[in-house]
């Protein structure tokens, strides 16, 4: 083969390989995306006569028209989350249904619509939620007609003209699809799964566009002078970094005899594939900077982001001598090792990275400038290191800036807190309350940076793996490190119908039942830095027994309230006059302990007389004072006691009758 | 022989006595058995000492009173527990609320208290009482 028919059969492969190379360089990537229904709210549809909203069941209703009654219709809407930018290019868009009942399944002139916003809300239950004027629909719609035939995934025709039009005017962060029902249609029923059946058959979107172009990027090159100019001119230079999407079309230069200031300009030049410009008439020894642009459909690239070059010539005596034109600033680059856990600002060069900011570049700075570089730790972290300075003075970077330089500064999330003395603080199970008892729990909050608690978790279960709980109980509170912390459960004969422990009781969550060992812990949480929950504790857990049932409920209260010495003083239940002392028993379910053949009572009524009388006891003091009246009543889980003061007057004197007057 | 004497002596008085001061000697004998039953006796109203009350059942048809000395942080209630001793009557009361005294137990009629003529809404035993009070309860 002779080398032409070889050059014949390569440079088409070159030219068609080049070619492509350049097609990609300059068009903006499509990009591709499927995304699904995520929540509950986010697919629903409603009855279109009387507006009701279903958003939780495992079905969706899209159509469903039942001949002849006209007033069972259903619309269906599709929230799904995705981005894209306004002014893309929709290539492709469809839906896909998990169709999974084919006993109706004429689908005829179903209307297609997105609604026309970039956001818009998730369904609530509030009636016509999908039909509600708030989501107002785009003027493009697709007609869908098909015959499903068979379950599975079903996909809708086209949807690029609906969303089209939503992305021409919208950034879009979400998009609703909404079915539209036409009355006077055949349809009869379509209905597929909701993300309620299983986020795997959740109704999904797909969609492929082109975002659209932005202006180009640009790098300013170094200037060139050649050794045998005559002229005091140089060649300014740039490059492309990225076309932004779309085809450069023009360049330009602009200069001036100032850092920052760029009076001059090259003018508009079409680019033709090469970046540079010829500056003439330059006066020797004046220093000149300059920076390179470049033009696309979209714009200008941005001068502020791009670095400046500068350029002087020297005219030696007897002729025009050229230097090589050098860099006349440098930039320093920031990096940070984690966003949010940290500030840096420097002393030159405006970086001033803050919470949200990974990576910042400096204005351009003068090469020789010293720059000094402060982090600052955001609350839960701390600052650990810096990576590339010439030195460090405490946190201080110094950078001593002759070249372009890059300093990474790292950060440390701050050590999850823990628990310490972590122990139980006792428990009450006399005279709480009727049937009750209470057991409480203490520990110290710690955490080495100091960090503030903002949530404890109290677990409580029957063994140590802790499954099934009977308590798990999470509550926000700030506590400082150091400090302690406690907790209390109440223990009761049924916790899912006693008022303290239900929904809206002060001990909602934390009530466990008689007859029981149980096993307890907790974890506590920082609400900065590392927000991970801690080790729980105690380690391993211990225990606490609830007795068989509730101990007796011990109290009651003289009768007469102010008694008088040689009267008979009966005690009754406490905080009323009834005759009956109504102290509670719960051996053998809950009753008056009175009644109780196991229970005995023992009074001391403080004046020498006892009783083990169960009931209303009635004793006579002799004489005023203060008296302390003791009732232990004992049942076979344990003894409760309830010592009460009483206070005896004077005796009464004596009256007399008299004839009625 | 004294008593011959003595008996001599007022049918001596007697014989010689005029008209006049027989009718004088009954008339203040009539006036002294007044006075004896304006102060003590049915026709007369008792007499409350200074550190005493006074306290009035009233049944409705009738009527008992009871008169006593009174101490400090004495309630209605006191007053009528030593009145129910001194009249040999019980009651029953709750929360200081009056339910029955004897036989009279309140249905249609309640038993409400009056202290000086104005009725008391609060629990007896929490309403003291002093000197030169009357209270009555009333059937009604």
Redesign the interface.
């Known amino acids: 083969m002779s080398k032409l028919k070889i050059l014949l059969i390569i440079f088409p492969i070159v030219l068609i390989s080049v070619l492509g190379f350049l097609f990609s360089f300059f068009v903006q990537e499509a990009r591709a995306a499927t995304v699904s229904v995520v929540s509950s709210n986010d697919d629903a549809y409603q009855d279109g006569y009387m507006g009701t909203m279903y958003l939780n069941t495992p079905e969706i209703r899209m159509i469903y028209y039942l001949t002849p009654d006209p007033d069972i219709d259903y619309e269906a809407g599709f929230r799904w989350v995705i981005s894209i930018p306004k002014g893309s290019t929709i290539n492709t868009a469809y839906a896909r249904f998990y169709v999974y009942d084919v006993a109706y399944d004429n689908i005829t002139s179903s209307r297609l619509k997105f609604q026309k916003t970039g956001n818009p809300p998730s369904f609530t239950s509030a009636n016509n939620n999908i039909t509600t004027s708030g989501r107002t629909k785009t003027t493009s719609y697709t007609t869908w007609s098909a015959n499903p035939g068979t379950t599975g995934w079903l996909s809708t025709p086209s949807l690029v003209a609906s969303l089209q039009e939503v992305v021409n005017s919208y950034d879009v962060t979400a998009l609703v699809l909404l079915t539209t029902w036409s009355a006077n249609s055949n349809s009869l029923e379509l209905r597929v799964r909701s993300w309620d059946y299983s986020p795997t058959y959740a109704p999904q979107l797909v969609v492929d566009y082109t975002p659209p172009p932005v202006s180009p990027t640009v790098t300013t090159d170094t200037a060139t002078v050649s050794l045998s100019a005559t002229t005091n001119q140089a060649t300014l230079k740039g490059t492309i970094t990225a076309t932004g999407g779309a085809s450069v079309d023009l360049i330009r230069f602009v200069w001036g005899t100032s850092v920052g200031s760029y009076a001059s300009s090259s003018g508009d030049i079409s680019y033709t594939g090469t970046f540079q410009y010829v500056l003439t008439g330059m006066t020797p020894g004046t220093t000149y900077y300059y920076k390179a642009q470049a033009h696309n459909s979209a714009g200008w690239s941005d001068l502020a982001s791009t670095n400046e070059r500068r350029v002087v010539i020297y005219q030696a005596s007897g002729g025009k001598k050229p230097f090589t034109a050098t860099t006349a600033t440098t930039t320093l680059t920031l990096n940070k090792n984690i966003a949010a856990a940290g500030t840096v600002i420097s002393s030159t060069g405006g970086i001033n990275c803050g919470l949200a900011c990974l990576t910042q570049t400096s204005t351009p700075i003068a090469s020789g400038t010293s720059v000094v570089l402060t982090p600052t730790a955001a609350p839960g972290y701390t600052f650990s290191s810096w990576a590339g300075c010439n030195s460090v003075t405490g946190n201080n970077c110094n950078v001593t800036m002759n070249v372009n330089k890059t300093v990474t500064a790292t950060f440390s999330l701050n050590s999850r807190p823990y628990v310490s003395s972590a122990a139980l603080s006792g428990s009450a199970l006399c005279n709480v309350f009727p049937g009750g008892g209470q057991v409480g729990f203490g520990w110290v909050y710690n955490d080495d940076e100091g960090d503030s608690q903002s949530d404890y978790r109290l677990q409580i279960s029957t063994n140590t793996t802790f499954s099934p709980l009977f308590v798990n109980y999470t509550i926000s509170k700030v506590v400082a490190s150091g400090q302690p912390e406690s907790s209390a459960i109440l223990v009761v004969p049924d916790p899912s119908s006693y008022s303290r422990c239900i929904s809206g009781g002060d001990f909602e969550g934390r009530c466990v039942p008689y007859n029981n060992t149980y096993f307890w812990r907790v974890s506590v949480k920082a609400g900065t830095g590392n927000l991970n929950w801690s080790d729980p504790k105690p380690d391993p857990p211990t225990s606490f027994d609830a007795p068989s049932h509730a101990y007796p409920w011990t109290m009651f209260a003289p009768s007469p309230s102010k008694p008088a010495a040689n009267q008979e003083v009966k005690f009754i239940q406490d905080g009323s006059d009834f005759i009956t002392d109504l102290s509670l028993c719960y051996s053998g379910g809950e009753g008056l302990c009175q009644n109780k053949i196991s229970t005995t009572y023992s009074w001391n009524f403080g004046n020498g007389n006892t009783s083990p009388y169960k009931g209303n006891a009635t004793t006579t003091y002799s004489a005023a004072g203060n008296y302390n009246v003791t009732l232990t009543i004992t049942d076979d889980v344990g003894s409760c006691t309830k010592t009460k003061a009483v206070t005896i007057g004077p005796s009464l004197p004596n009256w007399y009758e008299v004839p009625p007057f | 022989m004294a008593l011959l004497f003595l008996t001599g002596m007022r049918f001596h008085l007697f014989k010689n006595m005029s008209k006049l001061y027989l009718t004088i000697l009954i008339i203040a004998i009539l006036v002294g058995m007044g006075l004896i039953f304006y102060f003590f006796?049915?026709l007369?109203?008792?007499k409350i000492g200074p550190n005493e009350a006074?306290?009035?059942i009233n049944y409705g048809e009738?009527?008992?009173?009871?008169?006593?000395?009174?101490?400090?942080?004495?309630?209605i209630?006191?007053?009528l527990?030593?009145?129910a001793?001194?009249?040999n009557f019980d009651f029953d009361?709750?929360?200081?609320i009056l339910k029955r005294i004897g036989q009279f137990e309140q249905n249609e009629k309640k038993w409400n208290a009056y202290l000086n003529g104005t009725k008391t809404g609060d629990s007896l035993?929490k309403i003291f009482i002093k000197a030169k009070d009357k209270i009555e309860l009333k059937f009604e």
Request: aromatic letters at 2%; charged letters at 30%.
């Open positions: 006796g049915p007369g109203k008792p006074a306290l009035i009738t009527k008992r009173a009871f008169v006593g000395e009174v101490i400090e942080e004495m309630t209630s006191d007053a527990l030593v009145s001793k001194a009249g009361a709750e929360q200081g035993d």
